[in-house]
């Protein structure tokens, strides 16, 4: 009997395996359906395919017969089956990066030691909620528009000169640390499903910066706000519907 779609099952269902162990690292689990279980809170996919994949736990012991330290199929299954794996091992184990499927992103950005006048004509112009501020190509922080308007309401209220404020204060001199907390940094390896995790988990960030590394200091290759999360979920839902 033909076993070929009984080797690609397993071989789809060995490599889900080994990625759900690498999710789920704090102790090692032999029983597969524990271990799915284990990962629905770290993962986007594991939790939308948990039932699929606790009843291919169980195919798998149907399909597989240990017998004297080696493998041997017993049983064939079908060729819907196998692609279904196929296609969720895909999703799991190679998810597509956002700096390939963000490519041509207009980031804002503003130099620290420019008046933060220019940063509010940056706002204006991009119509940008959030600036990447850069001291001798060196990321220092963000400027935040609603940051920006607090820093001038306040000095108005003192009955300050406003446009003096705007015009003889730095970018770099009103970087606070504080305001960085509001944003998710990411490498360059974080994928689609990371960036939809964190506006998931985090309602209040302003934005996720992705970076080679996910450091600040780097170069802000991405920013994604929370305007841009109804286009993640659009493309996740394109990404996930099935061919066959």
């Not at 271990?35 to 994949?53: A, G, M, S």
């Not at 705007?166 to 490498?187: I, P």
Request: neutral net charge.
């Amino acid at each position: 009997m033909d076993y070929a779609n009984a080797a690609r099952f397993l071989k789809s269902y060995n490599k889900i395996e080994s990625q759900l162990k690498l999710l789920y690292h704090e102790r090692p689990t032999q029983n597969f359906t524990d271990l799915v279980k284990r990962c629905t809170d770290r993962n986007l996919t594991v939790r939308r395919y948990e039932n699929e994949l606790v009843d291919y736990g169980k195919l798998r012991n149907a399909i597989v017969h240990r017998a004297g330290g080696s493998e041997l199929f017993i049983a064939n299954p079908s060729i819907e089956v196998v692609e279904n794996i196929e296609f969720i091992e895909k999703q799991l184990c190679t998810p597509p990066l956002l700096v390939d499927v963000f490519k041509v992103r207009t980031i804002a950005k503003v130099f620290a030691d420019k008046p933060l006048l220019s940063a509010v004509e940056e706002f204006a112009r991009t119509e940008k909620k959030s600036l990447v501020v850069y001291d001798h190509g060196t990321a220092k922080g963000m400027l935040n528009t609603y940051y920006v308007f607090r820093l001038i309401a306040e000095r108005a209220a003192r009955g300050e000169d406003v446009t003096k404020f705007l015009t003889e204060t730095l970018c770099g001199d009103v970087l606070d640390a504080e305001l960085l907390e509001k944003y998710v940094l990411l490498s360059s390896k974080a994928t689609v499903f990371d960036a939809f995790a964190a506006f998931e988990e985090r309602k209040d960030i302003y934005a996720v910066i992705v970076t080679e590394s996910g450091r600040l200091g780097e170069k802000a290759l991405l920013v994604l706000t929370p305007s841009d999360f109804p286009a993640i979920n659009r493309w996740l839902e394109t990404y996930a519907a099935k061919s066959f």
